[in-house]
């Protein structure tokens, strides 16, 4: 605690001569200088410029083997490697096809100023073809350099084939397309090139904070709830109802405080009714019905689920992941949240985001601990962070999670999604097979389709992580793996301007680059390009800030050995990054500016009076009235104007696309001219003050200009005094809102460690640190 005070009265200190410069600046930083530099990965705080780089592999011919190497194609296994200054931005997935011309058809998206040490708009991009061998690994059989062109504009491919060189075990020619184009121009690219889904125009959006939200935080916001919509959705739908999710229970009230059917028993009776229901989930491999495993590791009800189902009309299919065997088949997971259902208007309604319909996910923005225990959560107590927890005595686990609900063309996409996906399980997983396909929208009655009303403020992009093993194919011109949830990451973090606001349930990322010698293979560049882009505001002299909020610790026990090794990879993310910014003040001479005002790193907590009475042994979170907030949220908002929302985490697990299956939706609400340039206020603008009146306790006028300095030392403030409250002995005080400093601490050097004596509250084996593990990296991260 004390280190963590220490560190925020230095930077205090030592930016308290700038704070007047800066707030008369509030209204103009952020804006464009002309300028896009950066500093290189290799080399902190040399200035080089920024290009996006796209690069997409389409397919091979003429595949031959050579000398030693010759095997037959049906052990072949082939897959392409994409790298820029011997750093690997990409690995495409096994090609499909015949087996002598694969195809992938798969696009990677980078910044090259986090590879080069110059500047180099022609940076050649290597190519790698290579043999995935089950048993040797993989094999090299040529490679082969190409410079990627200028862009003109976001569709401006003209893929060449290239012969591989240097050939030791074979041979081939690839066809492959790369163009790159300064950040600064991508700015106005409001689509995602080379998504397998068009950005649509006027849709409508409704954006929700946890799953109900009775009162809105500012006066002239619409009180908008999650559950309370889907139930209205669901109960008003005329054909049909779609629902996809890595958890779905069927007990789960909708509603709270109002008589209703459970999800169960709603969904039941509207295919009683004559509509088409399909429910699709995971099928997690450890449970095993009438069992005492029948919950599984995961506790995620697939099991009970489809029990309850089987003698309704409602079609429940259950799906592991395909394309994995062995341990690896069992964890990796369908982790989309969707529910799609026709309106009695004829439109279609599209939730997606972060939230299951499943137990423990009904929550408030209080995020109350014990007090809910005998009303609210009386029959949904969920608690997977507490040894021993009960319902008579708790803690609950409180949940915080977004979620979004679409009208218009981009719901349309949503739809498709499912179908694609239900015509892949058709003759796969377990289950009761569907009498009848999903149709496609085209040919559904009253239902307005693809001429949906194009009359909503919103821009809105359907984007996925998936693979050919989950998603119907519809020929050669499919991608073998897509992975638009990252390409479009790396976009929006590119041609930010003014400032980034994430919420994720893990963070980490970007392995490549941290300071160790361990390197578990996590190849997102969500972090590094976080990081570039503060750098480049540091040496353009601009405002930027990238606000990060995560739970205090990944869901389970913190001393488990899983959850361990996450939070050793979370550290080592979060060490490379703040590391790098600290170089990049020492060495563009930046003393009146702290890390902190660039990069805030948070988790949220809340305390609450504990029960009484309470005999035995209790926990320290009993004992002490207080409780992590779990941060299930999967969003980013990118200067009030562009929100990602989805069932994505930030590790490769959720984007390389072909782990996990995941599904998100990008949505812009620029202002049209002639409105003022930012900051203004729009839908977006709000919904992030409501967050942020959530976490921090109430509004405050900076919070409209997160790009400002004294905007960030005000959060890390506050934050900085709701931990030392978090932490006390004392339960007398309350947190101002939930947000606190996440536990690290930086020393002279900017080398980060743990805080205090390292270990969560209440959790004394638990290091904040994390520690490796024997479990297979590619399932932690």
Known sequence: MKNLK?????????????????????????????????????????????????????????????????????????????QVQQVKIGQTGVGTSKVDEPTFNESFFAVT????????????????LQDFDLKLGINELGSFTF?????????????????????????????????????????????????????????????????????????????????????????????????TGWSVWTKLNLLRGKECPSLGKLLADKAEQGLQVCVLIWDELTSVDGSPMAGGLMSTFDEETRAFFKDTKVSCRTLHRYGYQGFEEAVMSHHQKTIICDTAAGNIHAYVGGLDVTNGRWDT?????FSSLDNDHKDDFYSACVPGATAEVGPRQPWHDIHSRLEGAVAVDVYENFRQRWEMVQTAGGGKVSEKPVAPIAALKGVAGAKVSTTGSWNCQLLRS?????????????????????????????????????????????????????????????????????????????????????????EGLPDSVGVQAMLRWQFLTVSMMYKRIFDALKTNNVTERTVEDYLVFMCVNNREEPPKGVVGKKHGTVENGRHTIYVHSKMIIVDDEFILIGSANINDRSLRGDRDTEIAVICNQRPPPPNPPPPHSNELHDFRLSLWCEHFGGMDELYRHPQNPMCARHVQSLCVNNWEKYTADDNSSRLKGHACKYPYVADANGVLKAAGNGKFPDYPLADIEGKLSALPNHVTT
């Open 466 to 554: 998936i693979d050919r093993y989950s998603i119907e194919s519809k020929g050669e011109a499919d991608a073998n793996v897509i992975r638009s949830i990252h390409n479009t990451y790396v976009l929006r973090i590119c041609t930010a301007q003014r400032f980034i606001y994430v919420e994720n349930q893990y963070f980490m990322g970007s392995s490549h680059f941290w300071d160790s010698k361990i390197d578990p293979g996590l190849r997102n560049l969500v972090p590094i390009l976080i990081v570039e882009k503060i750098i480049s505001k540091i040496v353009a002299k601009q405002d930027f800030t990238a606000y990060i909020i995560v739970p205090m610790f990944p």
């Open 113 to 128: 100023s986090s590879f080069l040490p110059r500047a180099s708009p022609g940076a050649l991009v290597q190519i790698t």
């Open 147 to 243: 410079a990627p062109k200028r862009a003109t504009g976001p569709q401006s491919w003209d893929p060449e084939w290239y012969p591989t060189k240097n050939n030791v075990k074979g041979e081939g020619e690839v066809l492959v397309a790369g163009v790159f184009v300064p950040c600064d121009e991508a700015i106005g690219w409001t689509e995602t090139p080379m998504g397998d889904f068009p950005m649509r125009t006027g849709n409508d959006v409704r954006l929700y904070q946890d799953a109900y939200c009775p009162v809105p935080f500012l006066s002239h916001m619409q009180p908008r709830n999650a559950f309370e919509d889907m139930y209205e959705s669901l109960s008003g739908a005329k054909q049909f109802i779609y629902m």
């Open 6 to 82: 220490k560190a925020a009265k230095q930077g205090k200190a030592a930016a308290q001569s700038a704070n007047q410069q800066i707030l008369t600046a509030a209204h103009s930083s952020g804006a464009s200088s002309g300028s896009s530099a950066t500093l290189a990965a290799y080399v902190p705080g040399s200035a080089v410029d920024r290009f996006l780089l796209i690069v997409k592999v389409f397919r091979v011919r003429n595949l031959k083997w050579t000398g030693l190497a010759a095997k037959t194609f049906t052990k072949f296994r082939p897959t392409v490697a994409v």
């Open 365 to 369: 923005p209080e995020h109350r601990i």
